[in-house]
C-alpha cells in the first residue's frame, strides 16, 4: 500500500472480525471490502489475503481506472489530498476494528502478555510515538506501573547482550537487588528506578512460571 503501509504496522489481522465489517471473502481466497471516496466518485477495495497481507486499490467508479496519484508523496492540491484523506480513513477504521498489536515478535513475551491479559485483563499500552515497540501495564486501580515491554537495539550499555532483544522491567524489593542482580539474569533496571526496579530477558533465559511469578509479584508491590 506504498505511503499507507504505516497504518499496518505491528498490527494482526483478525480473520473472525472481517465479516462484521464488512468484508466478503471471494474464490481466489482473498477478503474484500468495498468503501466510497469522495462522494462515491472513487472506490477503495480492500484486500486481506490469506496469509495475512493486505493490499488495497482505488479506482475510478465510472471508467473502472486505477488512480494512483495520491501515492505520490509529491502530489499536492485540494483534492489529491482529500483522496488521501479519505483512503487513510478507512484504512485506519480497518485497522482498528479488524487488528490487534503484533508488535512483540519473542514467543515468551507474547506468553507473558497473553498471561496477563488472562489472568488481570490487562493490555499492554504504547504510551511513546517516538517508541512504538515499547508499552507499560499498569494496575486497574491506582494506575501504576507494574510491567514495562522493551524493545532495545543491539549494544545497549549495562544488558550484557550485544543483539537486540525484548526485555522486561519488574519492581523488586530495594533490600533485595544487590542479591539478585547476577548481571546474568536479572541486570539493573532499564530506564527505570534501579532501586525499586530490575530488568529480565524474555529469551526463556527464565522459566515461563518464574517469570510470571515475578511478574504476579511486581502486580502486588506495585499496590503500595
Same mark, same amino acid.
Given at each position: 500500500?506504498?505511503?499507507?503501509?504505516?497504518?499496518?504496522?505491528?498490527?494482526?489481522?483478525?480473520?473472525?472480525?472481517?465479516?462484521?465489517?464488512?468484508?466478503?471473502?471471494?474464490?481466489?481466497?482473498?477478503?474484500? !471490502?468495498?468503501?466510497?471516496?469522495?462522494?462515491?466518485?472513487?472506490?477503495?477495495?480492500?484486500?486481506?489475503?490469506?496469509?495475512?497481507?493486505?493490499?488495497?486499490?482505488?479506482?475510478?467508479?465510472?471508467?473502472?481506472?486505477? !488512480?494512483?496519484?495520491?501515492?505520490?508523496?509529491?502530489?499536492?492540491?485540494?483534492f489529491?489530498?482529500?483522496?488521501?484523506?479519505?483512503?487513510?480513513?478507512?484504512?485506519?477504521?480497518?485497522?482498528?476494528?479488524?487488528?490487534?498489536?503484533?508488535?512483540?515478535?519473542?514467543?515468551?513475551?507474547?506468553?507473558?502478555?497473553?498471561?496477563?491479559?488472562?489472568?488481570?485483563?490487562?493490555?499492554?499500552?504504547?504510551?511513546?510515538?517516538?517508541?512504538?515497540?515499547?508499552?507499560?501495564?499498569?494496575?486497574?486501580d491506582?494506575?501504576?506501573?507494574?510491567?514495562?515491554?522493551?524493545?532495545?537495539?543491539?549494544?545497549?550499555?549495562?544488558?550484557?547482550?550485544?543483539?537486540?532483544?525484548?526485555?522486561?522491567?519488574?519492581?523488586?524489593?530495594?533490600?533485595?537487588?544487590?542479591?539478585?542482580?547476577?548481571?546474568?539474569?536479572?541486570?539493573?533496571?532499564y530506564?527505570?528506578?534501579?532501586?525499586?526496579? !530490575?530488568?529480565?530477558?524474555?529469551d526463556?533465559?527464565?522459566?515461563?512460571?518464574?517469570?510470571?511469578?515475578?511478574?504476579?509479584?511486581?502486580?502486588?508491590?506495585?499496590?503500595?
Amino acid at each position: 500500500m506504498k505511503n499507507f503501509d504505516f497504518i499496518f504496522r505491528n498490527k494482526k489481522v483478525c480473520f473472525d472480525r472481517l465479516p462484521a465489517f464488512g468484508f466478503r471473502q471471494d474464490a481466489d481466497g482473498g477478503n474484500r !471490502y468495498g468503501a466510497p471516496v469522495t462522494g462515491g466518485q472513487f472506490v477503495l477495495t480492500v484486500t486481506v489475503w490469506a496469509n495475512g497481507n493486505i493490499s488495497s486499490e482505488l479506482r475510478d467508479t465510472d471508467t473502472g481506472d486505477l !488512480y494512483t496519484l495520491h501515492l505520490n508523496a509529491d502530489a499536492t492540491g485540494a483534492f489529491v489530498g482529500q483522496v488521501r484523506s479519505e483512503c487513510a480513513d478507512i484504512l485506519q477504521k480497518i485497522a482498528d476494528a479488524c487488528c490487534t498489536d503484533d508488535v512483540f515478535k519473542n514467543r515468551q513475551t507474547k506468553m507473558l502478555l497473553g498471561y496477563l491479559r488472562q489472568k488481570y485483563r490487562h493490555e499492554p499500552e504504547f504510551l511513546w510515538e517516538k517508541f512504538p515497540d515499547n508499552a507499560i501495564v499498569r494496575r486497574t486501580d491506582n494506575k501504576k506501573w507494574y510491567a514495562a515491554v522493551l524493545t532495545v537495539a543491539a549494544g545497549r550499555p549495562g544488558l550484557g547482550n550485544a543483539a537486540a532483544a525484548e526485555i522486561l522491567d519488574l519492581r523488586g524489593r530495594p533490600e533485595d537487588m544487590e542479591k539478585l542482580l547476577d548481571r546474568q539474569k536479572f541486570f539493573p533496571a532499564y530506564h527505570m528506578n534501579k532501586k525499586h526496579w !530490575y530488568t529480565v530477558f524474555l529469551d526463556d533465559s527464565l522459566s515461563d512460571e518464574e517469570l510470571c511469578r515475578r511478574t504476579d509479584e511486581s502486580f502486588l508491590l506495585a499496590k503500595k
